[in-house]
């Protein structure tokens, strides 16, 4: 479940095919009743529901209507249900959304399926804010890390790559629903009313915020929980061959190469950096070129962190795309003058032997050749981890 942080989504994303308009107090299913709205993705609005058989909180996921039987079919549901039914048993299970129940609603714009899922708290990203220069402490990054390690494994095992890991789809897992009901009472229906910048029938967001952490609990003491599985792919059948945010791209999709379950984890390394440090490992910008994104300063971040692209990998990507960026040697075409590039100048949250353990974790990982990145089990049992609860 992903929740954006951003104001509403613009009158533009309703219309045949698009999102399900919908207003407080709308009842799902006979028994999911809206009452709040906590954001929306590309492809979804997601909102605090009253499940009325139970009495309890839940989240309602109300994807596009194009995402099933329209022009952009997803796995999600499909994937969820996987993850769900797999094993239910395996350590990596608890730090997966756990999906309530799902449906299919009919409404002006089309047949949109939902998801019902346990709410959780805010994003890896918003969490950042609740310490000093956003930078979230060791300890919990290094328990964060074991719990979405744990979830990578149990995903990858059932035959699921998740291929879009990124702060904003890490989301902190709420200790006790309860909480949700100061969270309703601080932030009042009438503050949602709608959307003055946009249109008078579109409600703004109200996401969780930190109303999910008690007063009186520590933060090291957290879960988070995998969410947003809508970009995810079978590891025997794609979604889409070209995934993950542009600066988190594995090399090997950049280069438009076959791709397989380790793209994830050079997905979490450069999260991990991020969360760690509120800094990007990689911008793909040069003030040489003019500020703007482009591929070859990117590959070239790469390269100067990392080291060459293997001679096998470049065979293995698109043609066309290799060659505008790579020589006959296999190194990258004239390339920008640029100062040496250490993973250690990146690091100032931390220090001494820690700092270097977790330099040397982050190169297990983020090895430019896929086959030499290690597997979560394998990243388990890194030094690294070893103190983590």
Known sequence: MMASQHFAEGLHSYHPNGFHLVHLGDIFHCRYKVLRKLGYGRYSTVWLVEDQSCSCY????????????????LFELEVLK???????KDPGHRYIPTLVDTFEHVGP???????VLEPMGETLASFGTLFSKCQIPAPIIQRFAKQLLLALDYAHRSGVIHGDIQPRNIMIQIPNCSI?????????????????KSDSSILVSQPLRDFYIPESSNLRDLNIAL???GSASWTDKHLTEVIQPVLLRAPEVIIRAPWGPPVDIWNLGAVLLEALDAVHMFDGRATQTGGVYKTQHHLEEIVALFGPF????LTRGKKEVVEEYFDENGRIRNPIPRPEALLENWIESLAGDDKAGFIMFLKRMMKIDPRDRLTPT????????????
């Open 58 to 73: 839940r989240a309602l996921k109300i994807l596009s209507a194009e995402c099933y039987g329209g022009s952009s079919d």
């Open 82 to 88: 996987r993850l769900q039914d797999f094993n239910p």
């Open 109 to 115: 714009n089309g047949r949109h399926v939902c998801l």
């Open 180 to 196: 949700i009901d100061k969270y309703l009472k601080e932030t009042p229906a009438d503050l949602a009313a709608s959307n003055p």
């Open 227 to 229: 969410c947003d599985w």
């Open 310 to 313: 293997p001679s096998w990998l």
């Open 378 to 389: 394998q990243l388990l049992d890194e030094p690294w981890l070893q103190h983590t609860s």
